[in-house]
């Protein structure tokens, strides 16, 4: 039986060992600054520079228990797309060169297939990706899709709480995504600006979606949270009532990251009714990490 324990004075403690060590501490991602994840001048932020260049803004990352941090912006150019069949895809990486012991900002071309490519990681070298970036065949950027995932340690978790500014009515007997038009809190940038709140990590999650429902004493109500516009995740049917009512329902699931939940309501009253407005606790989709 092996045993193994560091670090301690008389005990050296090699790269190796120290990397194995502090990947308990935190998961691998950028180390956000503030309270909300910056997605232009910070938090090793990719935008457009002058064609076909782009950005990493400054910014912080841990990455399989090793540190790294950028005090500047910089900037990096992409192989040529001139005159090729269509659009390329690349992805903005930080590599981790065990062999050259060096972190640094990287592009990984894409294929000529249209896909970003996949992060070849190995023994010698590993990467996480900050950014996916389209780019012509005239070398001109066409997209940029944020690709960061937070660092997740003591302090700091996603999280995300979205609501509506007026009531939105219901048309009897028709399924209907909520649309929401408030941000209550969003640290990772994870709403869409509507129906959607999106994983920018793989993990748990707790889900949790808050409806308050028009006076009505016919037919029922349904709520249900659905995942990638298709698994519905948590569903509960509540009876009608004789005055306006508030339900709530809450799940805990594993999404991927990408996947991306959305909530939708159902009412058979037979006529048209609003679901209301109270503050920030109705309606209201929320979605907070918990755990890897």
């Known amino acids: ?9 008389t005990i050296p403690v090699m790269e190796a060992e120290w ?23 910070a938090d090793l932020a990719v935008t457009k520079g002058t064609d076909p260049q782009v950005k990493v803004a400054k910014g912080k990352a841990w990455i399989e228990g ?8 910089e900037t990096l150019t992409p192989p040529s797309n001139q005159g090729a069949s269509g659009n390329r895809v690349d992805r ?35 990467y996480i990706p900050l950014a996916k970036v389209t780019i012509s065949n005239t070398n001109t950027i066409v997209s940029i899709e944020d690709e960061r995932e937070p660092s997740i340690g ?21 399924e209907t995504s909520v649309l929401f038009t408030v941000k209550h809190y969003d640290n990772c940038n994870i709403w869409n600006g509507g129906y959607k709140l999106t994983a920018p990590k793989t993990g748990l999650y707790l889900a949790t979606l808050c409806i308050n ?68 606790s109705q309606p209201s989709l929320s979605l907070t990490f918990l755990s890897e």
Do not use: C
């Not at 039986?1 to 004075?9: G, R, V």
């Not at 308990?24 to 909300?36: D, F, Y």
């Not at 090793?66 to 912006?73: I, K, L």
């Open 213 to 280: 429902w028009q006076t009505n004493t016919n037919g029922s109500r349904i709520h249900r949270i659905r995942k990638n516009g298709s698994t519905v995740i948590q569903e509960e049917q509540f009876p009608s009532g004789s005055a306006s009512f508030t339900r709530t329902i809450t799940t805990v699931t594993r999404l991927s990251k990408g996947d991306y939940i959305e909530a939708l309501v159902l009412q058979n009253s037979g006529v048209n009714l609003d679901i209301g407005v109270l503050g920030e």
């Open 1 to 9: 039986m092996a045993k193994t324990f560091y670090p301690f004075d």
């Open 66 to 73: 090793h540190y790294f941090e950028s005090t500047a912006t």
């Open 19 to 41: 990397s194995k060590m502090a990947q308990w501490w935190r998961t691998n991602g950028v180390l956000v600054e503030g309270q909300i994840m910056d997605s232009t001048s």
């Open 154 to 174: 003591p302090g700091f978790t996603i999280a995300a709480k979205v609501g509506r500014s007026a009531a939105q009515t219901i048309t009897s007997g028709l």
């Open 92 to 126: 903005v990486t930080l590599e981790l060169d065990w062999v050259k012991n060096k972190i640094d900002l990287v592009i990984l071309p894409g294929g000529t297939d249209g896909q970003p490519p996949t992060l070849p990681n190995s023994s010698a070298k590993y």
